[in-house]
């Protein structure tokens, strides 16, 4: 495999372009982009294609792409949509590799969808058949500012930078450049998608991480076409550089708004934040925000955690701030008893003696500089916010001053608020000059700081890589018995076969049982005789539940009694139950009764666990109060994507706000907490192993100081469309553990078979140094030394689903080391992979080889929309054409490169 250029590269950074429908018709699409091209420093080929015109701007015009004298690299087309698809057609006989479609009349305009949806399908597949790839329609366009490239519906021009720019609204792209150029903010790409017909978010992240031009990237995003390449694209992205995101559709009136737009589906806000939140990223409201995040985080302005100690002034200033806190989920320190004992010794009698930290109205420098000494000092401080006000005896620019040389002495962060504006102004100067964050009102600091350290929170949880099992995760030192999957399986196949789309609560319970939950014991009455055993067999007092098919909601219709605390009880109430629900559904199906044990904690917990299932990310898992404390809104839950382990839990429990209920308070005990994280884990693996569950909920669970148990449960059920390899219906491809094995080598050592993860980083490193020039070139085809950053990311972080890669290890004195790899890397076409396989040189012709890519093969094979396997090799490699060729390759010359041969397998028989 050879990225040394990436295969988007013809179309965000073309060589040569054709403008097609130029113009010099002031109205005109094509005049505007001819004249931003002709504006720019471009030195590649420029075209122009109208055949109403002989020359444009002093240059020749060609009637037809055709015409052309040269292969393009990118011909950007500006023509009504209905002459698209033959201009399309067109340059895919002339070779062009790529296409811009900035018209607009196809899906998302809302003119006669039906039509433009008809006219998108088809030029998307002729373009497939000419392997020719699009961007658009109904785009602005994209600007390569460094290439000098401008091909966008706009009068803006841009700075070259190191933002790069995602975006699907057009008019917000305008927005952002407009504001970039009075505020000096430059740019490596600018892209927009328009409707994503061909080129998606996913692919233009790809190739915004391997662009040595783009620092940080800037998504604007209405809704998600391709949830898996979308997540796999932003978490490799994330781990080498900063990833801020707006997104619209936060209510139902702008999903709406995004999807008549964009023709992509929102989902829901909450997952959509949870999907965010594991990938490294932060979401934020303003294009302001964006750029005071990104100055912020060039700066090394890096918060360990979220605990915020405010400086003040001014009681009232301070008040504000930890308001805004609070609503935003900032935590405000607890100060350490030696802090305050040392600000009661420098500051007047009556400070605030708590955080916010007012110092006072006559607060001068020395005082703030003692006061942020204290609180740098404080190990229960992450970031310190300092706002000042100009009153009598204050002196803004040397407390300024003061505290930047404070700053510049420790790693914990400072931002500030200088409020006012005459007074002020040379202060904001200094804090700018320093790279200090400043602000004119607290509640954008409040904010900044809590983007920043969302930032490197969720930056922990990208690293997590969990597997689908919840005895496979390394972090759980725990025992897991292996779940029943194959009779949870039979449970749903058995229902689905009788047409049902709901699991009777028996059956819920089941599969929860199945999977290492406790439950309620529940067992069905179908007369008054067996409900008197029953009751007398589980031990008074017990809970009596209609069981019925028809039935969702029990209590609604008189079908759930509680806390019967006698056989008369029981008795009466059997009867009364059926006569209650005959009379509210008559036509309902009734099998019994379901008899179950009062569960009865003193110190029990109610909360309620769910699985739902959102349109773009598939299974997510949510948590909060249950019972009587269930909050009925679906909006702003607490919400994980599966799979979990136990530091994603941990993420969970937090964001539900939980904490308090589940530790020790006066006399009630803490909570089993390793119990609760039993369950969850378990739900995760239902949602990894049971695509077939559509929706799931316990309500309550009730955790104590012993235990947890899941008192009532109901699952919905559904025919998962068909998948093209494990784990398709989740956002997240869970580490796939099933893969790791063991291999003995020819001179009998042990090695270790594995998938990638990303902490093996260092051992990769490590590796490709160690390797030979010649096994270097052979496997990189130059002369390369080193991985780079970005470099080890692409091979270290990679989507399970589309890639794979197979690591052999040692492991000697507790030291694990790499000494293999093979990989592949599913091509866009979605049917071919490219392979790549090397072992370090002092394990050669041990067998290495062969184990690592008969692994690979089987891996790929599984995967049934991969078809055939391929790899590019240098003709002087003849070791490795030997080896392939034993592997059932086919070798033949390369379409592209003299210097190089193809090895072809087929995947499928």
Request: glycine share 8%; proline share 6%; charged share 20%.
């Amino acid at each position: 495999m050879n990225h040394a250029q990436h295969y988007l590269q013809p179309l965000l950074a073309p060589a040569s372009i054709a403008i097609i429908g130029a113009s010099n018709n002031e109205e005109s699409t094509g005049t505007l982009l001819a004249c931003n091209m002709l504006d720019m420093d471009y030195q590649g080929r420029l075209f122009f294609v109208n055949p109403k015109h002989k020359t444009l701007f002093g240059q020749p015009c060609y009637a037809r792409v055709e015409d052309i004298p040269q292969r393009l690299d990118l011909a950007a087309i500006c023509t009504p949509a209905r002459s698209v698809p033959g201009i399309i057609e067109a340059c895919g006989q002339a070779g062009t590799r790529t296409a811009l479609i900035v018209s607009s009349g196809f899906v998302a305009s809302g003119v006669l969808p039906a039509r433009g949806a008809v006219l998108e399908r088809n030029l998307v597949e002729i373009a497939r058949r000419y392997r020719m790839r699009l961007l658009g329609p109904n785009c602005l366009g994209i600007m390569r500012p460094a290439n000098g490239i401008n091909l966008t519906y706009t009068r803006c021009s841009v700075h070259p930078g190191g933002i790069g720019l995602i975006s699907q609204s057009g008019a917000l792209c305008t927005a952002i450049l407009d504001w970039a150029q009075s505020n000096h903010v430059g740019f490596s790409s600018v892209v927009t998608l328009g409707t994503s017909s061909d080129v998606d978010f996913g692919e233009a992240l790809d190739y915004m991480v391997s662009d040595p031009k783009t620092k940080s990237i800037f998504l604007h995003v209405e809704g998600i076409r391709n949830a898996r390449r979308f997540m796999s694209a932003l978490r490799a992205a994330a781990r080498c550089k900063p990833v801020l995101v707006i997104k619209v559709g936060r209510h139902p009136a702008g999903e709406q708004a995004a999807l008549s737009h964009s023709g992509a589906v929102a989902g829901d806000d909450d997952v959509f934040d949870a999907a965010l939140r594991r990938a490294g990223v932060v979401r934020l409201s303003t294009v302001g925000q964006m750029y005071a995040t990104v100055q912020a985080l060039f700066a090394h302005f890096q918060p360990r955690g979220n605990r915020l100690a405010i400086l003040t002034n001014g009681g009232g200033l301070g008040a504000m701030a930890a308001d805004h806190a609070d609503d935003i989920g900032v935590q405000l320190a607890e100060l350490a008893p030696q802090t305050r004992q040392t600000l009661d010794k420098a500051l007047p009698a009556d400070w605030s003696r708590r955080n916010p930290v007012d110092i006072g109205g006559e607060a001068h420098p020395a005082r703030y500089t003692l006061a942020m000494k204290a609180l740098q000092e404080d190990a229960h401080v992450d970031g310190i916010l300092a706002i000042l006000s100009p009153q009598a005896r204050s002196d803004p620019t040397q407390t300024a001053r003061a505290l930047i040389d404070l700053a510049r002495q420790s790693e914990k962060p400072l931002v500030t608020c200088w409020m006012g504006e005459a007074q002020v102004r040379e202060a904001r100067l200094l804090f700018k000059a320093a790279g200090i964050p400043a602000f004119r009102t607290p509640e954008a600091a409040v904010e900044l700081f809590s983007h920043l350290s969302s930032y490197f929170h969720n930056q922990k949880l990208l690293q997590q890589t969990p597997a689908a099992s919840a005895g496979s995760s390394d972090d759980n030192a725990v025992a897991y018995p292996p779940a029943r999957s194959d009779s949870a399986r039979l449970i749903i196949e058995t229902a689905l076969h009788e047409g049902r789309d709901t699991l009777s609560e028996m059956e819920s319970k089941s599969l929860l049982a199945a999977f290492h939950i406790p439950v309620a014991q529940t067992m069905l009455a179908r007369s008054v005789s067996e409900a008197l055993v029953l009751a007398e067999e589980i031990g008074l007092p017990v809970a009596m539940k209609i069981d019925s098919p028809h039935i969702i909601e029990k209590s609604g219709c008189g079908g759930v009694r509680l806390n019967l605390t006698s056989l008369v009880a029981v008795r009466d109430t059997y009867q009364i139950m059926h006569e209650d629900v005959r009379r509210c559904l008559p036509e309902a199906q009734i099998n019994g009764i379901a008899i179950e044990p009062m569960v009865i904690k003193p110190h029990g917990h109610e909360l309620r666990i769910a699985i739902v299932h959102d349109p773009i990310f598939g299974p997510a898992i949510t948590l909060g109060p249950g019972g009587k404390n269930a909050t009925a809104t679906t909006r702003r839950r607490p919400v994980a994507l599966p799979p979990l382990n136990s530091l994603l839990i941990g993420d969970l429990l937090q964001s539900a706000r939980l904490g308090n209920q589940l530790t020790a308070r006066g006399s009630l005990p803490a909570v089993n907490r390793q119990a609760l994280e039993n369950v969850l884990l378990r739900i995760s693996e239902m949602a990894c192993e049971l695509p077939w569950i559509h929706t799931l909920e316990i309500d309550p669970l009730i955790v104590d100081e012993q235990g947890a148990v899941a008192v009532d449960a109901r699952i919905a059920i559904t025919q998962p469309a068909q998948q093209s390899a494990a784990y398709a219906h989740m956002a997240i491809h869970p580490y796939p553990s099933a893969l790791v094995s063991q291999f003995t080598t020819r001179n009998g050592r042990q090695v270790t078979l594995r998938p990638i993860k990303p902490e093996d980083a260092g051992l990769t490193q490590a590796f490709v140094c160690g390797l030979s020039p010649q096994s270097r070139y052979f496997r990189f085809m130059n002369a390369m030394r080193e991985v780079s950053p970005a470099q080890l990311v692409r091979l270290t972080q990679i989507d399970y689903d589309r890639e794979m890669a197979l690591i052999a290890t040692l492991h000697d004195a507790g030291i694990e080391s790499q000494i293999g790899v093979a990989r592949y890397a599913t091509n866009p076409d979605g049917a071919s992979c490219e392979f790549a396989v090397v072992v370090a040189d002092d394990w050669q012709g041990q067998g290495l080889a062969r184990a690592l890519m008969t692994a690979l093969i089987e891996t790929a094979r599984k995967h049934s929309s991969l078809k055939t396997m391929y790899g590019d090799i240098l003709i002087e490699n003849q070791h490795m054409l030997d080896f392939v060729k034993k592997l059932g390759f086919t070798t033949s010359a390369h379409p592209d490169e003299t210097g190089l041969k193809r090895s072809v397998l087929a995947l499928t028989p």
